[in-house]
């Protein structure tokens, strides 16, 4: 086996659009370098398998292992700046990854759309989540905007800051 690039590869820079991927554990695999034509680059754990990572150079996709035990997000975003030129990124994660950026202090914008609708199962996850203890006093949200638009949909759009 050859050897892999720690703590990053990246197979192509200067794309025009990136779609981001937080994999801690190293279990994503991909056939191609790119989701809808934007190139993807993976957020791995410390303890990725390098055969993972040569795996994941070989389908021709980017990534940045983190040399880190915790996945540091903010070095990780500072890397994706300094290398790629990415200073903006749209988060479209789950409750947990919501919240773990949320945490780190890593968005400064939350937009919610609310649907005419109530799921009410117990399992449903909320927008974020971060541990036992919260985000409670690690964010602060101020409305922009509220905007009412079809179907009884209605837009939130909220500033974050950290919290007091």
Not at 9 to 38: E, M, N, R, T
Not at 83 to 112: C, K, M, P
């Amino acid at each position: 086996a050859g050897k892999v690039d720690r703590p990053y590869h990246f197979a192509q820079i200067g794309a025009g659009s990136y779609a981001v991927a937080l994999d801690a554990s190293g279990k994503l695999h991909f056939s191609k370098p790119d989701i809808g034509g934007d190139h993807v680059v993976v957020l791995l754990g410390r303890d990725v398998a390098d055969s993972h990572l040569a795996e994941l150079a070989a389908d021709g996709v980017s990534y940045i292992v983190a040399e880190t035990a915790d996945v540091d997000l903010a070095a990780m975003l500072e890397v994706l700046g300094r290398e790629l030129g990415i200073s903006r990124l749209l988060l479209e994660g789950g409750a947990s990854i919501n919240g773990s950026f949320l945490a780190a202090g890593l968005v400064d914008e939350l937009s919610l759309l609310v649907a005419p609708a109530i799921d009410g199962r117990a399992a449903n996850q909320g927008f974020a989540e971060f541990g036992e203890s919260g985000l409670a006093g690690k964010t602060q949200l101020s409305l922009k905007s509220c905007e009412a638009l079809a179907h009884g949909l209605v837009h939130l759009r909220y500033a974050v800051s950290p919290g007091a």
